[in-house]
């Protein structure tokens, strides 16, 4: 398809002006004729003369799996046998961020003394995808230029693409979790006492403070002084996460779906257990059960969860939270620690909730991790300057009142419950596992 260039239009508004001239003086009128008609029949001999698509090679260099929220590279490569100039324009989903994706190109001549030698040019540009799920590239369109600079040129080329997009997984290093812990924690000073697990781990000397019910007394006689046992949390226990992505997992909080806090959380939980030593389980439920992959341990456990989850999303449905731990316990009833990610937004959805963790104490110990919505509590406590903001301050404040009675419900039932925002939502629930570890409650 054949595209006029800048060029091309100021030369032919050049011939404006001695066009209205020509009104008044009609000799000059075949002249004018003369160059427009010249200047057409070089639009066209540019256009015969400008390179196809096929004279070229074009390649997309791209990782089968990007990362949500975070910078991807996408490299195109394309190399010719002669010199081209023009324009390449990537197509993708909408929806990411995408910056430099529309660019001009310089294609350079081959090396000399290489008859099948052919100019590589790089151009780069970055993708920014906000959410989990699969991502299309393609087709590229090109503008290529003719070698008078009139006319482009415009082809398509269908290099289609489709890659993965996974949660952020470079937050899941050990490093980046214990920074999360610390500053969920910054307060608190963690000490190793005898509740702390219940395995043996070793035998140190007694210091004042140590709880004296701790002195390994068989030991202390062996060697003459004092000592105490250390002990370490369980390994080989089993964690179930169970996501919810139900109605109330289907809104938005501080520009992101609740969904990928929690999918974000139930990786980052998941990478903790394993590291534990742990048996992860991790089901994703609505109505119905969408994903559910029983109770294993290992790298490989992490990364086929990661598998799952990256394409689970949120229906406007109300959770079965029944259905779902029915068919976690269906072939074992081994005692296990239930976290159960969820938005507590109203009373009425949560008593099925509250109803089913209580059947599962004492066999069980849940806990429920729950966001928290910053906008929310912000306009439930700020004073109101309209009659607009009094009102929401109303709701506000009743929703507030709400989840804490939901949570008071909980916690009378023997869940444990952490609420967060999305800042901290999944370092909270990860806090809340290594303390219960910690401890020995499981």
């Known amino acids: 398809m054949p595209v006029p260039t800048t060029r091309a239009l100021w030369l032919a508004a050049l011939s404006l002006a001695p066009a209205v001239v020509a009104l008044s003086s009609p000799s000059i009128a075949p002249v004018l004729i003369a160059f427009d008609v010249a200047l057409l029949v070089l639009i066209g001999i540019d256009f015969v003369l400008a390179p196809r698509a096929e004279s070229l090679e074009l390649r997309r260099v791209v990782e089968p799996v990007l990362s949500s929220g975070r910078v991807n590279v996408v490299r195109l490569e394309l190399s010719s046998t002669k010199h081209v100039t023009g324009e390449l324009r990537d197509w993708v989903t909408p929806g ?27 151009i780069e540009y970055r993708v920014t995808p906000s959410t989990r799920g699969d991502l299309t590239f393609g087709p590229v369109t090109l503008r290529l230029d003719g070698p008078l600079g009139l006319c482009t040129r415009r082809q398509t080329v269908p290099l289609l693409q489709s890659v993965k997009v996974f949660p952020d997984l470079s937050v899941l290093s050990r490093d980046a979790l214990e920074l999360a812990r610390a500053e969920d924690q910054v307060s608190r000073r963690v000490i190793r006492v005898r509740a702390e697990g219940r395995e043996f781990e070793s035998l140190r000397e007694y210091r004042p403070g140590d709880d004296r019910r701790s002195i390994d007394w ?61 048996l992860v389980g991790v089901m994703a439920f609505g109505r119905d059960v969408k994903r559910w992959l029983p109770p294993r341990k290992g790298t490989e456990q992490l990364r086929a969860i990661a598998q799952a989850l990256y394409q689970v999303e949120a229906a406007l449905e109300e959770s079965n939270y029944g259905a779902a731990m029915d068919q976690a316990f269906a072939r074992g009833s081994r005692r296990s620690l239930v976290i159960v990610l ?81 800042a901290v939502f999944a370092s909270a629930g990860v806090s809340a596992y290594l303390d219960i570890k910690q401890r020995g409650l499981l």
């Open 96 to 122: 990411p961020v995408v910056e430099g994706h529309r660019q001009r190109f310089l294609s350079p001549s081959p090396p000399r003394g290489r008859g099948s030698g052919r100019g590589l040019t790089l």
């Open 218 to 278: 068989k030991a202390t006689a062996r060697r003459g002084k004092p000592l105490v046992r250390q002990h370490q949390p369980e390994r080989n226990q089993q964690v179930l996460l169970l996501l919810d992505c139900g109605r109330h997992m289907a809104g938005e909080v501080d520009g992101r779906r609740k969904l990928d806090h929690a999918v974000d959380a139930t990786l980052r939980l998941a990478k903790v257990a394993l590291d534990q030593g742990d």
């Open 342 to 422: 969820t938005d507590l937004v109203d009373q009425e959805t949560a008593a099925a909730l509250i109803l089913r963790t209580r059947r599962l104490v004492p066999r069980h110990l849940p806990m429920i991790v729950s966001l928290q919505d910053e906008a929310v509590h912000r306009v439930a406590t700020e004073i109101p300057a309209t009659a607009t903001a009094a009102y929401e301050r109303v709701v506000a404040a009743r929703m507030e009142r709400e989840g804490e009675a939901t949570v008071a419900k909980l916690r009378e039932g023997g869940a444990r419950v952490v609420r967060g925002t999305p």
